[in-house]
C-alpha cells in the first residue's frame, strides 16, 4: 500500500513540474505561456483584463501590423491584430512601444502608438476599445502630440511646439460619449520670462470664448 502512494506522489510531482516548465510567471502571479498560439483567439469578452502588444514590421523597418494578446485566463491567446499599418519604428526610442491606456475614461483600456515622429512633437494613432465590437478600434477625434492623460479631471492635454517660442496646449474632454475640445491656450513666448496666450474656451452653446493676455509671467 505505502508502495503504491509513493509511486503515485512520484507521478504527480513529475506532472506538476512538467506543467510548470511550459508557462512563466508575471509580476502578478499569474502563469502565461511563453509563446503567443497563433492559431488560438480569445473568445468574445466584456471586460479585457490584461494586454499585450507585438509589432510586426517590414523589411524597411515600419510597423505594419500590430498583434494583441490577452492573459487574463491565464495563458497568453490572440485577441487581435491590426493589420496595413504604415507607422513608424525607431529603435532605442522609448516612444516606439504600444501603450494601454485609458483615453476615454470608461474603465476599459485602449491603445495608442506614435504614427509620426518630430524634432519636437510626437504624435499618435490611437485605438479605442469598443464594448460592442469587443475590440480596438481606430479614433481620429483626438490629434494627440505629447498627451498627458488627467484621470481625476477625465481630461487629456495635447502640446504642440509650433516653434522655438510657440507652443499650443489642447484640452480634449468627453461629453456624452463624445470628444471635445475644451481648451485652446496658443502660447508665444516673449522671453523665457514671459509670453502672450490666446484662450479659447468652450461655452455651452458649442461656441468658444476668446481671451487673450500680454506679458504673462512664467510663473503664473
Known amino acids: 500500500m505505502k508502495l503504491l502512494l509513493l509511486s503515485t506522489l512520484s507521478l504527480f510531482l513529475l506532472f506538476t513540474m512538467a506543467c510548470n516548465e511550459s508557462t512563466s510567471t508575471n509580476e502578478n502571479g499569474d502563469k502565461t505561456q511563453d509563446t503567443i498560439p497563433e492559431e488560438q483567439t480569445l473568445p468574445a469578452q466584456e471586460v479585457p483584463f490584461s494586454f499585450e502588444a507585438l509589432l510586426g514590421k517590414s523589411d524597411e523597418g515600419q510597423v505594419i501590423a500590430i498583434k494583441i494578446s490577452e492573459n487574463s485566463s491565464g495563458e497568453v491567446q490572440l485577441f487581435q491584430e491590426i493589420e496595413g499599418l504604415d507607422l513608424p519604428f525607431e529603435e532605442g526610442n522609448p516612444a516606439c512601444v504600444v501603450e494601454f491606456v485609458d483615453l ?12 509620426a515622429i518630430g524634432n519636437a512633437n510626437i504624435y499618435y494613432a ?3 476599445y469598443d464594448k460592442e465590437q469587443l475590440q480596438f478600434v481606430e479614433n481620429t477625434d483626438m490629434e494627440l502630440s505629447l498627451p498627458t492623460i488627467d484621470t481625476e479631471n477625465k481630461v487629456i492635454i495635447s502640446q504642440e511646439r509650433g516653434s522655438a517660442a510657440e507652443y499650443t496646449i489642447t484640452y480634449y474632454e468627453y461629453v456624452d460619449g463624445k470628444v ?3 481648451k485652446i491656450e496658443d502660447k508665444t513666448y516673449l522671453d523665457e520670462n514671459t509670453y502672450n496666450v490666446k484662450i479659447q474656451e468652450l461655452q455651452e452653446d458649442g461656441s468658444y470664448k476668446v481671451t487673450t493676455k500680454e506679458g504673462v509671467a512664467v510663473t503664473e
Open 180 to 182: 471635445v475640445k475644451s
Open 104 to 115: 476615454n475614461f470608461d474603465g476599459l483600456v485602449d491603445m495608442k502608438y506614435p504614427k
Open 126 to 128: 490611437y485605438w479605442l
